[in-house]
């Protein structure tokens, strides 16, 4: 966590809001209980906040200002940030970091704001899963190892898209897990959103990449220590997997939709063609309301569209 002290301390504010901020997120770590990365998550749409407001209020903000602020200055932030290319779905997870913000200092007796309350978060496209077909999945697993100098990091890579295409878990998921948590039987126990614990059946394939890329990492990890560590033997950063991804779209001609996250993706719409009951998937994946995972459906209908005016006699009729 040090690095994160550094960056409060490289904020633009005040003493009280930089220790302000150090609070909130020592708040989310020990009482919410988030995971480190969605921290550090909220902890840069925060800063990038503050870093704003400094210019906007020409010099560093205090707690006072942050009680100050009306609608126009919130909606002044947002389109400084569409301005920058932001899509509504990053805008809308801003103003989340936002608000959490602003109810911890409300509830801390620190600051009370009712504007940004009455602020309209943009609102998230309607966006239909973008997931891989089979093959494109599998020859990701297979292949991504090609784009490592060293043979142990190819193998990392290997067991990470293993995991997130075998267990549909999410790239913050499996890269949140320590050595204790390596899955040694048939069921691996993740924490996802809001802390929230859920068991998935593991593959005995992911537990095989898993095994093979610790026996040729050169660390020596304790059980509090990352399952997954970067060339300095420090927790994987997202943006490594997301970069290899990148990659491998140039290498397998993947389309530009391929991420980390269309594995996981992948994982439900191959479970569901295959028969898979959506409640069920719906708990393997971690998700609180069945209407999300009801979204794989839409996809699933359209590849049995797909199919059938690719195959079938009266589609294939002229009129």
């Keep these: 966590m040090a690095q994160s002290a550094a960056d409060i301390v490289d904020i633009p504010a005040e003493t009280d809001l930089r220790d302000a901020v150090r609070d909130w997120r020592q708040w989310l770590s020990s009482e919410r209980r988030t995971a480190e990365l969605t921290t550090e998550s909220y902890g840069r749409d925060v800063r990038m906040f503050i870093r704003f407001l400094a210019e906007h209020l020409g010099g560093p903000a205090c707690l006072s200002d942050l009680s100050n602020l009306k609608q126009a200055d919130f909606r002044s932030y947002l389109a400084r940030r569409r301005g920058e290319g932001l899509s509504n779905s990053s805008l809308a997870r801003s103003m989340s970091s936002i608000r959490s913000l602003f109810r911890f200092l409300e509830r801390t007796d620190r600051v009370h704001n009712p504007a940004i309350n009455a602020v309209r978060t943009p609102k998230r496209p309607h966006g239909v899963p973008k997931p891989l077909s089979v093959g494109q999945a599998m020859s ?10 060293e043979s142990w990091l190819g193998l990392r890579d290997v067991a990470v898209l ?90 397998l001609g993947l389309p530009e939709s ?62």
């Design 162 to 251: 293993t995991l997130l295409y075998g267990c549909g878990l999410r790239i913050s998921e499996a890269l949140s897990l320590n050595l204790r948590d390596k899955p040694k039987s048939d069921v691996l126990v993740v924490t996802g959103k809001g802390n929230k614990q859920r068991m998935v059946p593991v593959l005995n394939v992911v537990r095989a990449a898993i095994d093979e890329y610790l026996s040729h990492c050169p660390f020596e990890l304790g059980d509090d220590e990352p399952l997954f560590v970067g060339k300095r033997g420090r927790r994987l950063d997202p943006g490594v997997i997301q970069r290899q991804v990148r990659r491998l779209r140039g290498l």
């Design 258 to 319: 391929a991420t980390p996250h269309a594995l996981r993706h992948s994982f439900a719409t191959h479970l569901l063609s295959d028969g898979g009951d959506l409640r069920t998937i719906q708990e393997l994946l971690g998700h609180a309301s069945l209407s999300t995972t009801q979204r794989y459906t839409e996809v699933d209908a359209d590849r049995l569209l797909e199919v059938y005016n690719r195959t079938h006699p009266s589609a294939r009729r002229r009129v």
């Design 140 to 149: 990701s697993v297979e292949q991504v190892a090609q784009l490592q100098d």
